[in-house]
């Protein structure tokens, strides 16, 4: 019996030393679900924020330290949604692999289509602008594409694969995307030309995407809250151009937007740009699903 049992407890540690997980942490949940599609059980993941929180501020808990201490690949979302808080994070982990420019750092943002580029100066008044681009930009299928194939190479490059699981997996993860692609072109056509209203500039590249039209912001300037002037003004824009939606992010308090509604007739919806933003939101798949049929259902269209 005691034979058989240390047999058995010798096989598990040679079968965990023989495939010893890569260890990743991604700062958000959209890039640890990518990770996850590639990765399959290769990989070991854990994003810092969860989609419920805003990923521009985070109180990023201690515990993470030793994570990204040990981490052997960090994935970052990059052009600066994580410059408020990534960088004392990776000071005090120590961890010189997974510092940009290391061989376990992956800005996944590598030749994605990354909108509003700012031209010339900017400066402090012109609130929290992001002077290398929307950081939003995975809220487009095919931005989605690009990440994928961007933590499919990394993952090759740290970790030899010689049975090419990574790259079957990113086939396979293509392959799903242009079925997916297909249904939600279908699903979005009704959608065309539909203004929205959202509260903070999340979803250019989802607009692209699927042809809806983000015609204002509830914060006047990323990261400014609304004040009772632009509160009216929202109000004017809503009844005269008939705006149907107004689109708040899950971390935003709702209670002015919610006024907004109440005064107008616009419907508010609490729409997740993120993987874990809402409950049954667990993939990058489940987020387009999710949120083209959020839409589709305020226009009263059938799902
Ligand atoms: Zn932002």
Same mark, same amino acid.
């Given at each position: 019996?005691?034979?058989?049992?240390?047999? /058995?407890?010798?096989? #598990? &540690? @040679?079968?965990?030393?023989?495939?010893?997980?890569?260890?990743? /942490?991604?700062?958000?949940?959209?890039?640890?679900?990518?990770?996850?599609?590639?990765?399959?059980?290769?990989?070991?993941? =854990?994003?810092?924020?969860?989609?419920?929180?805003?990923?521009?501020? /985070?109180?990023?808990?201690?515990?993470? &330290?030793?994570?990204?201490?040990?981490?052997?690949? =960090?994935?970052?979302?990059?052009?600066?949604?994580?410059?408020?808080?990534?960088?004392?994070?990776?000071?005090?982990?120590?961890?010189?692999?997974?510092?940009?420019?290391?061989?376990?750092?992956?800005?996944?943002?590598?030749? #994605?289509?990354? =909108?509003?580029?700012?031209?010339?100066?900017?400066?402090?008044?012109?609130?929290?602008?992001?002077?290398?681009?929307?950081?939003?930009?995975?809220?487009?299928?095919?931005?989605?594409?690009?990440?994928?194939?961007?933590?499919?190479?990394?993952?090759?490059? @740290?970790?030899?694969?010689?049975?090419?699981?990574?790259?079957?997996?990113?086939?396979?993860?293509?392959?799903? &995307?242009?079925?997916?692609?297909?249904?939600?072109?279908?699903?979005?056509?009704?959608?065309?030309?539909?203004?929205?209203?959202?509260?903070?500039?999340?979803?250019?590249?989802?607009?692209?995407?699927?042809?809806?039209?983000?015609?204002?912001?509830?914060?006047?300037?990323?990261?400014?809250?609304?004040?009772?002037?632009?509160?009216?003004?929202?109000?004017?824009?809503?009844?005269?151009?008939?705006?149907?939606? &107004?689109?708040?992010?899950?971390? %935003?308090?709702?209670?002015?937007?919610?006024?907004?509604?109440?005064?107008?007739?616009?419907?508010?919806?609490? %729409?997740?740009?993120?993987?874990?933003?809402?409950?049954?939101?667990?993939?990058?798949?489940? =987020?387009?699903?999710?949120?083209?049929?959020?839409?589709?259902?305020?226009?009263?269209?059938?799902?």
């Amino acid at each position: 019996m005691k034979t058989i049992r240390l047999t /058995v407890s010798l096989m #598990c &540690l @040679i079968s965990s030393l023989a495939f010893a997980k890569l260890k990743i /942490v991604t700062t958000t949940q959209d890039m640890a679900a990518l990770a996850r599609e590639v990765g399959g059980d290769r990989i070991d993941i =854990l994003p810092i924020t969860k989609g419920y929180q805003d990923p521009h501020f /985070v109180d990023a808990k201690p515990s993470y &330290l030793l994570k990204l201490r040990s981490a052997d690949l =960090l994935i970052v979302v990059g052009r600066e949604l994580e410059v408020g808080w990534l960088p004392p994070l990776l000071t005090n982990a120590r961890n010189s692999r997974i510092l940009p420019g290391g061989p376990g750092f992956l800005d996944a943002s590598e030749g #994605c289509d990354v =909108l509003q580029k700012p031209a010339g100066q900017i400066d402090r008044s012109m609130g929290d602008i992001h002077p290398f681009g929307n950081p939003h930009y995975w809220l487009d299928p095919e931005n989605g594409r690009i990440i994928a194939r961007n933590i499919a190479r990394k993952l090759s490059e @740290i970790d030899p694969d010689p049975q090419k699981t990574y790259e079957e997996n990113l086939r396979r993860f293509e392959s799903a &995307l242009d079925e997916k692609e297909t249904q939600w072109k279908a699903l979005a056509a009704p959608l065309r030309g539909m203004a929205a209203i959202t509260y903070h500039n999340s979803l250019p590249n989802f607009a692209k995407a699927f042809g809806i039209r983000i015609v204002n912001h509830v914060e006047p300037k990323p990261g400014v809250p609304p004040s009772p002037v632009h509160m009216q003004e929202l109000i004017t824009q809503i009844r005269k151009e008939k705006i149907p939606v &107004l689109l708040i992010e899950p971390y %935003f308090d709702d209670r002015l937007p919610m006024k907004i509604a109440h005064q107008t007739g616009a419907k508010m919806l609490v %729409f997740p740009p993120s993987v874990g933003g809402v409950e049954g939101v667990n993939t990058y798949f489940e =987020l387009f699903d999710y949120d083209l049929k959020l839409l589709k259902s305020a226009l009263g269209e059938k799902p």
